[in-house]
């Protein structure tokens, strides 16, 4: 099974059904799914700037999921829409408002592996 979500009606289900948390930089969607395995979606605007730009963005977002997937819960369906502040924001500050919105959706598993 793909760890990407791709499909328009994958995107429009967790805008619709799913939980969401926002930071300064991004809004983080998710929701249940049965795959038995984390997917992520990213949403980057063609408002946010120049390709190069949102590449970039993109990138950081792949990133961040990439190194705290095992921290979080299983069969999740993430969508994260970054906003315009970070296309200016350094990765630090884009986990920082990853694992926010993480935890306020209380997607976050502690050390021992229980559910918060």
Known sequence: MKNTLKENRDFR??????????SDCLVVYALRNKYGEGRLGITVGAKLGSAVQRNRVKR????????????LRPNID??????HRA??????????AFLRCIGQLGLNLTKEGNVL
């Open 13 to 22: 289900r967790l805008y619709a059904r799913g939980r969401c948390a926002s």
């Open 60 to 71: 950081l977002i792949r990133e961040i999921y990439r190194l705290h997937k095992h921290e």
């Open 78 to 83: 993430l969508v994260v829409v970054a906003r």
């Open 87 to 96: 296309v200016t924001a350094p990765y630090a500050q884009m986990e920082r």
